[in-house]
């Protein structure tokens, strides 16, 4: 067997994966043979340890080793005894059944009269401490602290008693007397002391929501009396006179100063009424800090950080808020990209408590917009809209949209996020210039539409058709048509989804505003929707688009050519595959042939809508940020909030589908015409609604039975229907459904909320997003005379 440094080499120079599968595959099962072996030389067991490291290093299964690894502990030979407890402190974890061996073999190493093997035996207790290790090996520690001067031994056993109490919180009124004694104590002050002691006060004072017992505020007082000497250490770490060996970029011992500041806070939090008399010197210390200490180092900037903490979170006096924004701001001015990142994390917890400072420094805000490290701009992004108001809101709108017309197909989700809340932020805000608006949303949709969902087209669908001023809804419809049809310099890129719908859309609703007043004829818009019925026959929602406007434009146009040509388009899709296009069309072909006034009455524009919104404020608590979905049970609590799920189902009116909604309440005359779009007699078709034979079983239980037929799937969407059969008489029937949070769900009209024994009612669901389709429906009705629930998951074969 070779040397670890031939295994290594051997990796490296595999050619291919199987080759370094084959090598480590090989190398692994001779350790595990050379392991088993009592008679093996210690030199050559340790070499095998030495390559099983590699092995973990490399992700590669190591549980075969670990008792040899615990083995090794057990030896005299302060070489195995080093290998031993480093390997245990990889290979093992707190979880571990295991570390019941190390129980004993810790306990005398803590006794050692080795100073090297004690050290051992703490570092490992801090790193692999479980409840039962803590409550067994305690008395060992607190030996240690008793009577040890040994400074190399405190500063260890100080930071493992800390883990000890954030284990057993118990064990707190044993510890926590350590604290004082040792900070009293100038003969044992090191660095590496004062560093176990302010670990083992905040463990203290983390620990009070957890701790049972009544002496805490005598605990707690007892800690407080330390804060005169944390004083004096930081005013002496400060003033650059104290241990110059941790001098890190002329600031003394930064790390040292951090954990002070934290420790401070965490007593001022705790311990408002006891520690009110220190105040005034906290605030004269950390202006002290602010103002001395040399911003230009990273080390500077990790005790400014904590300094602007410590202002914000124990909310001290004004004058230092505004210092600690300032601060903040200069990280922002920096080229540090951590720094940028962490004042802008810090800032956006700010805003709520000093905006006006905040507002101050919108130039850096607005520069980091177009930094290159994608997590810069999301919480630029984020605090933008977070200071966003009435007297900024032109001027940061257009700093977005400068954004928008640089940015590229990756800035997908920066992009997404500016469009929702720039539009949550109109629908919010009261703002009466109606030009303004409508032009940010006419430009945002040219730059960007193309990322836009179907749900926020449908929010700038309603702004445009909510506007007051014609003349302005004129000009802004004007200019999307000329741009459009081809009459404008501007252009548009043909990926841009968004925009054709709603081109399509003020084709069908305001195209009487632009005909005979510009240079767009009736001929442009008819050869536009023909053009685009032809080109995106696969989009079945630019089709559907496409049909509504072409049946409403027929009632404004007189050309007789143009009209033919719109009534072809309708008749197109008469045998279309897709049923629900194939339904529109032969609906719209009814009306295509009413009379002009019937027809007109039933086409005309749509009245004025109104979009409920959750919340009254876009402040930052309320901004949802892009990540990552959650790879593991994706549909975990999904239902928790059921008056969010029904209101998102409903939220957004859908412009075009509803087409025909004002025939039914103005015409309820007119039995000659085929009008079924959209309406839900509850009755009508109750008891003949059939479950298809394709339809597969989803649930199934003494009350009902539960069956879905995916009516479609292509990218991005899938439409389901879901039929619940009643095994006995149900009623007060109600469904809900959630799904991953990569998708979104829209229920439809349910047929029936009661259902016979064998009878069967249909509930139609559309999805859209991405990933594997996945479902958590909970089904809720009366049977007996007693109301019910009943809940189950299904996982689909397919993708959207």
């Known amino acids: 067997m070779g040397s670890l440094r031939t295994f290594i080499k051997d990796v490296r120079s595999a050619k291919t994966l199987a080759d370094e599968r084959l090598i480590i595959t090989k190398e692994s099962a001779?350790?595990?043979?050379?392991?088993?072996?009592?008679?093996?030389?210690?030199?050559?067991?340790?070499?095998?340890?030495?390559?099983?490291?590699?092995?973990?290093?490399?992700?590669?299964?190591?549980?075969?080793?670990?008792?040899?690894?615990?083995?090794?502990?057990?030896?005299?030979?302060?070489?195995?005894?080093?290998?031993?407890?480093?390997?245990?402190?990889?290979?093992?974890?707190?979880?571990?059944?295991?570390?019941?061996?190390?129980?004993?073999?810790?306990?005398?190493?803590?006794?050692?009269?080795?100073?090297?093997?004690?050290?051992?035996?703490?570092?490992?207790?801090?790193?692999?401490?479980?409840?039962?290790?803590?409550?067994?090996?305690?008395?060992d520690v607190e030996n240690i602290l008793n009577h040890s001067m040994d400074t190399y031994l405190l500063k260890k056993a100080l930071q493992c008693a800390a883990k000890l109490v954030s284990r057993d919180v118990a064990l707190l009124e044993i510890f926590y007397p350590y604290v004082e004694k040792i900070i009293k104590s100038h003969q044992l002050y090191s660095h590496g002391v004062l560093l176990g002691v302010t670990k083992l006060c905040q463990s203290a004072l983390l620990s009070k929501a957890t701790y049972e017992y009544d002496d805490y505020p005598t605990i707690l007082s007892s800690l407080t009396n330390i804060i005169p000497d944390l004083f004096s250490l930081l005013q002496d770490l400060s003033s650059t006179n104290f241990n110059p060996?941790?001098?890190?970029?002329?600031?003394?011992?930064?790390?040292?100063?951090?954990?002070?500041?934290?420790?401070?806070?965490?007593?001022?939090?705790?311990?408002?009424?006891?520690?009110?008399?220190?105040?005034?010197?906290?605030?004269?210390?950390?202006?002290?800090?602010?103002?001395?200490?040399?911003?230009?180092?990273?080390?500077?900037?990790?005790?400014?950080?904590?300094?602007?903490?410590?202002?914000?979170s124990l909310q001290l006096d004004q004058s230092l808020k505004v210092l600690g924004v300032n601060i903040l701001a200069k990280f922002l001015?920096?080229?540090?990209?951590?720094?940028?990142?962490?004042?802008?994390?810090?800032?956006?917890?700010?805003?709520?408590?000093?905006?006006?400072?905040?507002?101050?420094?919108?130039?850096?805000?607005?520069?980091?917009?177009?930094?290159?490290?994608?997590?810069?701009?999301?919480?630029?992004?984020?605090?933008?809209?977070?200071?966003?108001?009435?007297?900024?809101?032109?001027?940061?709108?257009?700093?977005?949209?400068?954004?928008?017309?640089?940015?590229?197909?990756?800035?997908?989700?920066?992009?997404?996020?500016?469009?929702?809340?720039?539009?949550?932020?109109?629908?919010?805000?009261?703002?009466?210039?109606?030009?303004?608006?409508?032009?940010?949303?006419?430009?945002?949709?040219k730059l960007v539409g193309q990322y836009i969902s179907v749900e926020k087209i449908g929010d700038v669908l309603i702004m445009i058709n909510n506007a007051q001023n014609m003349q302005f809804k004129t000009e802004t419809i004007k200019k999307i048509l000329e741009i459009t049809v081809g009459k404008s310099k501007e252009s548009v890129s043909e990926f841009n989804i968004g925009w054709k719908l709603m081109s399509l859309w003020s084709i069908g609703e305001y195209a009487e505003l632009v005909l005979g007043q510009s240079n767009i004829t009736d001929v442009d818009l008819t050869d536009y929707l023909c053009?685009?019925?032809?080109?995106?026959?696969?989009?079945?929602?630019?089709?559907?688009?496409?049909?509504?406007?072409?049946?409403?434009?027929?009632?404004?146009?007189?050309?007789?050519?143009?009209?033919?040509?719109?009534?072809?388009?309708?008749?197109?899709?008469?045998?279309?595959?897709?049923?629900?296009?194939q339904a529109k069309s032969s609906q719209y072909s009814i009306l295509f042939n009413q009379p002009a006034q019937r027809k007109h009455a039933i086409l005309e524009a749509m009245p004025l809508f109104t979009k409920r919104t959750k919340s009254n404020s876009p402040g930052p608590e309320k901004i949802a940020r892009p990540t990552k979905p959650v790879e593991t049970n994706l549909l975990l609590d999904l239902l928790d909030d059921i008056p969010t799920a029904s209101e998102n189902s409903n939220a957004v009116p859908d412009l075009?589908?509803?087409?025909?909604?004002?025939?039914?309440?103005?015409?309820?005359?007119?039995?000659?015409?085929?009008?079924?779009?959209?309406?839900?007699?509850?009755?009508?078709?109750?008891?003949?609604?059939?479950?298809?034979?394709?339809?597969?079983?989803?649930?199934?239980?003494?009350?009902?039975?539960?069956?879905?037929?995916?009516?479609?799937?292509?990218?991005?969407?899938?439409?389901?229907?879901?039929?619940?059969?009643?095994?006995?008489?149900?009623?007060?029937?109600?469904?809900?459904?959630?799904?991953?949070?990569?998708?979104?769900?829209?229920?439809?009209?349910?047929?029936?909320?009661?259902?016979?024994?064998?009878?069967?009612?249909?509930?139609?669901?559309?999805?859209?997003?991405?990933?594997?389709?996945?479902?958590?429906?909970?089904?809720?009705?009366?049977?007996?005379?007693q109301a019910d629930a009943e809940q189950f998951d299904h996982k689909f074969d397919i993708t959207i």
């Open 245 to 312: 060996e941790f001098d890190v970029n002329g600031t003394c011992d930064p790390f040292l100063q951090v954990e002070i500041l934290y420790t401070l806070r965490l007593m001022f939090e705790a311990a408002p009424q006891e520690t009110e008399r220190y105040l005034d010197k906290l605030n004269d210390m950390l202006t002290q800090i602010a103002t001395n200490v040399d911003g230009s180092k990273n080390s500077a900037h990790a005790v400014l950080y904590e300094c602007v903490r410590t202002i914000f």
């Open 30 to 139: 001779k350790i595990r043979t050379k392991l088993k072996d009592d008679h093996l030389p210690l030199d050559k067991r340790r070499k095998n340890i030495h390559k099983l490291l590699y092995l973990y290093i490399l992700g590669e299964k190591t549980h075969f080793a670990q008792v040899e690894c615990i083995n090794l502990i057990a030896s005299d030979d302060f070489r195995d005894k080093r290998l031993g407890y480093l390997a245990a402190m990889l290979l093992l974890d707190e979880n571990q059944e295991i570390l019941t061996l190390l129980t004993n073999m810790m306990n005398n190493d803590l006794n050692h009269p080795n100073r090297y093997v004690v050290s051992l035996a703490l570092n490992t207790l801090g790193s692999l401490m479980s409840p039962e290790l803590a409550r067994d090996l305690y008395p």
């Open 333 to 445: 001015s920096g080229k540090d990209n951590n720094n940028k990142y962490v004042a802008l994390n810090t800032l956006l917890r700010v805003v709520p408590l000093e905006p006006q400072a905040v507002k101050r420094h919108r130039k850096f805000i607005s520069r980091c917009l177009f930094d290159v490290d994608v997590s810069i701009k999301m919480r630029s992004l984020e605090l933008t809209f977070a200071i966003l108001d009435d007297s900024n809101m032109k001027e940061l709108i257009e700093e977005l949209i400068e954004f928008l017309e640089v940015s590229s197909e990756d800035d997908k989700d920066l992009i997404t996020y500016i469009v929702e809340h720039t539009i949550d932020l109109f629908e919010i805000r009261e703002i009466n210039d109606d030009e303004w608006k409508l032009n940010i949303i006419v430009r945002i949709m």
């Open 656 to 785: 075009l589908n509803d087409t025909l909604a004002q025939e039914r309440n103005t015409s309820q005359h007119s039995n000659d015409v085929a009008l079924n779009v959209n309406t839900r007699p509850e009755n009508a078709y109750k008891n003949i609604v059939e479950i298809p034979q394709e339809a597969s079983m989803l649930y199934e239980s003494p009350n009902l039975q539960a069956f879905s037929e995916v009516s479609s799937s292509v990218a991005g969407e899938a439409k389901l229907e879901v039929f619940i059969k009643g095994v006995q008489s149900i009623s007060n029937l109600h469904i809900l459904a959630a799904v991953a949070k990569t998708q979104r769900l829209t229920l439809g009209p349910l047929s029936s909320t009661s259902v016979g024994r064998g009878e069967v009612a249909k509930q139609h669901m559309q999805i859209t997003g991405s990933g594997k389709l996945k479902l958590r429906i909970k089904v809720s009705f009366t049977a007996n005379g």
């Open 531 to 581: 053009k685009t019925n032809n080109i995106y026959a696969d989009d079945i929602k630019l089709i559907s688009y496409a049909l509504t406007a072409a049946l409403k434009l027929s009632s404004k146009i007189q050309t007789a050519s143009c009209i033919e040509d719109l009534r072809q388009l309708i008749n197109s899709h008469l045998t279309d595959t897709n049923l629900m296009l």
